[in-house]
């Protein structure tokens, strides 16, 4: 059985920083890549991240890049996602999401989910 856990969502004030993980198990990262997304209240998830351990750097959307850092580590099948310089706009739920061997922008390129961390940002 798959399962995806989620964990490091609080509150922060903008410009701390805050660790989210993605603890996978079920499946191995030298097969699947994760992703994280996002939903604000009122918006549609969106892409922000994915790590794939096949190499290559981290993907990023345009809003977060040069500010979160993707790592992973296939030893604990666990990927993190450090949210330097948060703003309040990045308040959000965040889900991390398993696909086979291929990072996408798009959801339904994701066969599994974990069931989110609620990030706040404010001060």
């Known amino acids: 059985q798959v399962q995806l856990v989620e964990s490091g969502g609080g509150l922060v004030q903008p410009g701390g920083s805050l660790r989210l993980a993605c603890v996978a198990s079920?499946?191995?990262?030298?097969?699947?890549?994760i992703a994280w997304f996002r939903q604000a209240p009122g918006k549609e998830r969106e892409p922000v991240s994915c790590f794939s351990a096949f190499g290559g750097e981290g993907h990023y959307a345009d809003s977060v890049r040069g500010r979160f850092v993707i790592t992973g580590n296939r030893a604990v099948s666990t990927v993190y996602l450090l949210t330097n310089s948060p703003k309040p706009e990045d308040t959000a739920v965040y889900y991390c999401?398993?696909?086979?061997?291929?990072?996408?922008?798009?959801?339904?390129?994701?066969?599994?989910w974990g069931q989110g961390t609620q990030v706040t940002i404010s001060s």
């Open positions: 079920g499946i191995s990262l030298d097969d699947y890549v």
């Open positions: 999401a398993a696909a086979y061997r291929k990072c996408s922008e798009f959801e339904s390129g994701f066969q599994y």
